[in-house]
């Protein structure tokens, strides 16, 4: 495939200081985090930093930039570190669906070759075709595309010789979905521990840090309001799994598993769980202790296992039903319990 | 009992170890020393794993030594791939893999060699069944074998996955790995570098696509009048959107007018519509106007036409064990082998397999299916009979207590 050339100006590293040629620009500066932390220019990428983060956390669109591409792109650089530090996972996704989501509003807006530029930035394969439209290597598009369903399920796409066709409209969904990848991955390569912290930053990483775990304390009450309400609020998938039970019908292995996972999620204890699935024909006792107890983190990997998506309930035979705006069954079950329980229709 | 299949692991066991220790072009799986091993050992038939090696000569020294009734290894790559639990084993990667099982696939030979029994009511049945016809109940027990019949149907699948594989997805014949599994079925793994790192949902998304889950008509069709729609797109087009159309011409071939009347597609929009298939093709589909009903039956049959049956759980699980080729297949003996694309479209795939050629055995026969292997038995009951050797180890190792070893000839 043909290397595609783009000149990029300091402009552009205004708009976008996630990129490498605006990344590689401010590294040749020679500038070191302790000559950031002491003057003008310092105090400037500082305040810009805090912005940032207090939009992040907040949920509010991020303010404009200044005019300085090096005020903008040190900030950007040093947000990657703070997150690096932090090292927390909900924070970070929270960081880079906000801040893609700035991005892509100029993004939108661009010619062919920066996007082309872009996406193989983050490593696609990619062409452009005839009749104005892309040609996407399926792996790439797999592993970015919003959902596995509607109109970016496999199925109903134009898929020949590995490409799938894509109008721009498209592409740019897509792009918005690799550029959250591509932050996330800066993220982790950055390379840096807390001794190498000058003060100010140092200050700053414990400034948000405790901000955004007030958030989360926040968040969690909210949560506790939702846990353990009745079977009417599950999902179709959840209600025929229990209704099989109680029929007495033997659950494949699968669907003792959405099973499980799903009521611990909601905020069973083993016991409570346990106590659903005695109904089963070939219910031992010890054998689905163990079981539920893997499930819930408690033996082997240590892992909390989440339920299945929608996606993988329907490729297990488990779903027969259309649920309103709904991927996963744990979201049904919250919406339910706001009350707003989802239109569900049955699928053919 | 006990002591009848002790004596026949051990008689097993020696013929494998005959095998293990006169062959010697093992296949070597690409970068073997991030691979997980697992073996099952022929005395109590539990799973070993966590095991790995440095190369391929540790590897066979180990078989030579240990003589396992089956061998596997991971489809993933690991950065300490003996590690004791899956999470500390760090995961690098997996080959896309694809298992083509006919025991998933409906085939008329079944009737001839397998049979079940109804847990729930105890009633018993020969052929295939999921559910007991007489009292509903899912808990059946099914006894199964393996004819020719049944790795042609697998073979059929497993072009049709090629298929697939290239037209659509755009992988050479060169880049698929094709391997008999010595029992019921066929694995394609691909080892190139883009599929490596592709996590579950990816892979459940081919796996879905392949076997032409999720279709939606939606996408497919357009209102043109009241409850009237139109296929809108044409035979040269791509992907699902072609095999459909495809598809749907395929089976209306197949059908007369009076099958389409049983199955309840009697309209006159139907009649036209075969009248048109037999001058535009394929194009008439584009030609004509039918219901949602109408079309959605079209869709559902053109869909069994078009899609290949692969057991999707294999293809999504990025750490499973699959079985090492050229090593042997514990319950038939048969040798697990690797086909290029040529061998699996003309050549014998059973004989192949067959690692025992040399001998016969004698056996007593209180009852054995019509049709094992490539042989066949009519009304076989109660009597002695002489097979080749490696029909006789498949028959003992399957058999349970209706088939006994009385010598080797």
Redesign the interface.
């Known amino acids: 495939m043909a290397k595609i050339e783009v000149t990029l100006t300091k402009g552009y590293f205004l708009k976008y200081p996630f990129l490498p040629d605006a990344l590689k620009y401010i590294s040749e500066l020679g500038l070191t985090l302790e000559d950031l932390s002491y003057d003008t220019l310092g105090n400037e990428v500082i305040r810009r930093v805090k912005e940032i983060f207090d939009a992040v956390i907040n949920s509010l669109p991020i303010p404009p930039s200044g005019d300085d591409p090096d005020i903008e792109v040190l900030s950007y650089l040093v947000a990657l570190i703070v997150l690096k530090i932090i090292g927390d996972r909900s924070l970070i996704e929270k960081f880079v669906v906000v801040l893609s989501k700035k991005y892509s509003e100029y993004i939108n807006v661009e010619e062919n070759n920066f996007l082309l530029y872009l996406a193989t930035t983050f490593g696609w394969k990619i062409a452009y075709g005839s009749e104005g439209k892309y040609m996407m290597?399926?792996?790439d598009y797999?592993?970015n595309i919003p959902e596995?369903?509607?109109?970016w399920?496999?199925?109903?796409?134009?898929?020949?010789?590995?490409?799938v066709?894509l109008e721009k409209i498209e592409l740019l969904r897509l792009i918005e979905s690799g550029l959250k990848k591509y932050m996330a991955k800066q993220i982790s390569n950055v390379n840096i521990s807390e001794v190498q912290l000058p003060d100010p930053v140092y200050t700053l990483v414990e400034e948000i840090s405790m901000v955004w775990n007030r958030k989360v304390k926040e968040y969690e009450k909210v949560r506790s309001r939702y846990l353990k309400k009745g079977e009417k609020y599950y999902p179709p998938c959840i209600r025929s799994i229990i209704e099989d039970l109680k029929n007495g019908?033997?659950l494949s292995h699968s669907a003792r598993f959405a099973l499980a996972s799903f009521l611990l999620n909601i905020g069973m204890d083993v016991e409570e769980v346990l106590g659903i699935f005695r109904f089963s024909?070939d219910f031992r006792e010890d054998l689905a202790r163990y079981q539920i107890e893997h499930i819930a983190g408690l033996r082997?990997?240590?892992?909390k296992y989440v339920t299945y998506?929608c996606?993988?309930m329907?490729?297990l035979g488990l779903c027969y039903w259309e649920c309103e705006g709904i991927s996963h069954p744990l979201q049904y079950y919250y919406k339910a319990v706001r009350g707003m329980p989802p239109n569900v229709k049955k699928r053919? | 009992m006990l002591r009848r299949e002790f004596n026949l692991s051990l008689f097993v066991r020696e013929m494998f170890r005959k095998y293990y220790l006169s062959h010697h072009d093992f296949y070597i799986p690409k970068k073997l020393e991030e691979r997980e091993f697992g073996f099952v050992f022929f005395d109590n038939g539990t799973m070993h794993r966590h095991i790995s090696f440095k190369n391929i000569d540790e590897l066979v020294r180990y078989i030579r030594k240990i003589i396992p009734s089956h061998v596997f290894y991971s489809s993933a790559y690991y950065e300490y791939p003996n590690a004791d639990s899956m999470n500390q084993k760090g995961w690098l990667g997996a080959d896309l893999i694809f298992d083509i099982d006919v025991d998933h696939i409906p085939t008329l030979c079944k009737k001839y060699h397998d049979s079940w029994k109804c847990l729930n009511c105890g009633k018993e049945g020969t052929g295939s069944v999921d559910i007991c016809p007489f009292c509903g109940s899912e808990r059946i027990k099914k006894k199964t074998w393996v004819c020719n019949k049944c790795i042609e149907t697998a073979r059929d699948e497993t072009l049709k996955l090629i298929d697939f594989l290239s037209e659509d997805f755009g992988f050479s014949h060169k880049e698929l790995e094709i391997f008999f599994s010595g029992h019921r079925g066929f694995h394609i793994h691909i080892d190139k570098k883009d599929v490596l790192e592709m996590d579950q949902d990816a892979r459940r998304e081919i796996a879905d696509y392949i076997r032409g889950v999720g279709i939606d008509t939606d996408f497919f069709l357009k209102r043109v009048q009241k409850d009237l729609y139109e296929y809108i797109w044409s035979i040269d087009s791509k992907g699902w959107h072609k095999r459909l159309i495809r598809g749907m011409y395929s089976f209306l071939l197949k059908m007369s007018r009076d099958d389409l009347m049983l199955a309840g597609l009697n309209s006159e929009r139907i009649n036209i519509l075969i009248d048109k298939l037999g001058v535009y093709g394929p194009d008439a589909l584009n030609e004509v106007v039918l219901t949602l009903n109408e079309w959605k039956f079209l869709f559902h049959n053109a869909i069994k036409e078009e899609q290949c049956i692969i057991d999707e759980k294999v293809t999504i699980d990025i750490k499973r064990l699959i079985r090492l080729p050229d090593s042997l297949h514990g319950k038939t003996g048969l040798r697990v082998i690797k086909l290029s694309y040529k061998e699996l479209e003309n050549e014998d795939v059973l004989k192949k397999s067959i690692v025992f050629n040399d001998g016969y055995i004698r056996l007593y026969v209180k009852r054995i299916p019509e049709k094992v292997l490539d042989w066949k038995f009519e009304n076989v009951r109660n009597k002695v009979i002489d097979v080749p050797m490696y029909l006789g180890i498949y028959l003992l190792q399957n058999g349970g207590d209706d088939i006994s070893l009385i010598k080797i000839l």
């Not at chain 1, 399920?153 to 490409?163: A, N, T």
């Not at chain 1, 082997?300 to 892992?303: I, Y």
């Open positions: 290597f399926f792996i797999l592993e596995y369903r509607g109109r399920k496999l199925v109903h796409r134009q898929v020949s010789k590995g490409w066709y019908r033997n024909p082997g990997s240590k892992t998506k996606d993988s329907r490729s053919i």
